[in-house]
């Protein structure tokens, strides 16, 4: 079965600081990507990070990296340099066929001053 | 900029009423999807949509249907709404090509009482 797995449902992170929020997949498709969106309080999705399966190097935007590794099935999000505006939900998600997405069950990052 | 756009954020309904939630995008997408999200549940996915006049289920389609007549609008209908359809619904659009990310609306948080 094809799934998304977060199993962080809280993390708080110091301001200026790194954070890395966790990300694991189960699927047996060999052609799949994998996303990262974020969620404020103000309920928007922003699009953030995308990982392709067949990409060799692991993807970056700006302070925000992906730590893709396909053997063990994972795709955590790294947050370098952490905000105060970074403080909300993150969500990973896994395109299936026909362009679908599977959701995790989000993380809430709260940055600390 | 690419815009999706929901008829409302907030709305209040009371039970057995018919619900319509609308979703336009500017970006002539094809595919268009309803999302409903929930605290620890992520984004579920209710239906979705190819083409106009094109529908399929999702995930979680008992007591919804959709409608799209023109391929930049996509209707989520509630039938007859019940207190356990109170949830954030948000609507995404994304096009066949690239990476298939999915641009969504701001969400419609509906309360049924």
């Known amino acids: 079965a094809q799934k998304i797995t977060q199993t962080q449902p809280g993390m708080f992170v110091q301001e200026k600081e790194a954070v890395t929020l966790d990300c694991t997949y189960d699927?047996?498709?060999?052609?799949?990507?994998l996303f990262w969106y974020k969620q404020p309080s103000s309920g928007e999705m922003i699009f953030l990070i995308y990982?392709?399966?067949?990409?060799?190097q692991n993807a970056t935007e700006g302070r925000y990296s992906l730590n893709f590794q396909k053997a063990r099935k994972s795709a955590n999000l790294v947050i370098s340099a952490s905000q105060l505006g970074d403080s909300a939900m993150y969500f990973c998600?896994?395109?299936?066929?026909?362009?679908?997405?599977?959701f995790g069950q989000g993380t809430e990052l709260s940055v600390k001053p | 900029d690419v815009k999706v756009t929901q008829s409302s954020r907030y709305l209040v309904k009371r039970t057995g009423e018919k619900v319509f939630l609308e979703c336009v995008q500017d970006?002539?997408?094809?595919?268009m999807f309803w999302y409903r999200q929930d605290p620890g549940l992520g984004l579920r996915l209710i239906y979705f949509?190819?083409?106009?006049?094109?529908?399929e289920k999702g995930d979680i389609p008992e007591g919804y249907s959709v409608s799209r007549e023109k391929k930049e609008r996509f209707s989520l209908i509630l039938e007859s709404a019940s207190t356990n359809q109170t949830s954030m619904y948000l609507c995404?659009?994304?096009?066949?090509?690239?990476?298939?990310?999915?641009?969504f609306g701001p969400g419609t948080r509906l309360t049924v009482t």
């Open positions: 995404a659009s994304s096009s066949f090509e690239g990476i298939n990310e999915q641009y």
């Open positions: 990982q392709g399966s067949y990409d060799q």
């Open positions: 949509s190819y083409d106009v006049k094109m529908k």
């Open positions: 998600a896994m395109r299936v066929e026909g362009g679908k997405l599977i």
């Open positions: 970006m002539d997408h094809e595919n």
């Open positions: 699927t047996s498709d060999p052609s799949y990507g």
